[in-house]
Nanobody, 120 residues
C-alpha cells in the first residue's frame, strides 16, 4: 500500500498562491490515479482535483481555473497548484492514491492532511 506524505500547506492571503506536494512511496506510482480532497470544519470531505495515470484531469467546479493538479512520475509526487486563493479554500487538504484498476475505495491510500488557511 501507498504511503503518502503531504507538504506545502500553510497560511496565505486571499489572492495568493500555494503549492501542495504529495510524495508517494510503496507503490508503482505511474499505475495510480491521484487526487486531492479537502475538508473544512463542519463540512464533508470533497474531491478537489483528480489526475489519472494518463494525466487526464478533473476539478471541482469552484476551483476550476484556479487550481491545477499535476504529477511527476519520476519523483513519485503529485502536486496541487492553488492560485487566486479564496477564504472558502480554507480546509485540511488530503492526498489520495487509487490504483487505476481498483473498483472500490477499499484499497485507497490517504495522506495525513495538510492545513491550508486563507486569511487576511
Amino acid at each position: 500500500q501507498a504511503q503518502l506524505m503531504e507538504s506545502g500547506g500553510g497560511l496565505v492571503q486571499p489572492g495568493g498562491s500555494l503549492r501542495l506536494s504529495c510524495a508517494a512511496s510503496g507503490i508503482l506510482f505511474s499505475n495510480y490515479d491521484m487526487s486531492w480532497y479537502r475538508q473544512a470544519p463542519g463540512n464533508s470531505r470533497e474531491l478537489v482535483a483528480w489526475i489519472d495515470r494518463r494525466s487526464q484531469t478533473r476539478y471541482l467546479a469552484s476551483v476550476k481555473g484556479r487550481f491545477t493538479i499535476s504529477r511527476d512520475n519520476g519523483a513519485n509526487t503529485a502536486f496541487l497548484q492553488m492560485n487566486n486563493m479564496k477564504t472558502e479554500d480554507t480546509a485540511v487538504y488530503y492526498c489520495k492514491a487509487r490504483h487505476w484498476s481498483a473498483m472500490t475505495d477499499r484499497a485507497d491510500s490517504w495522506g495525513q492532511g495538510t492545513q491550508v488557511t486563507v486569511s487576511s
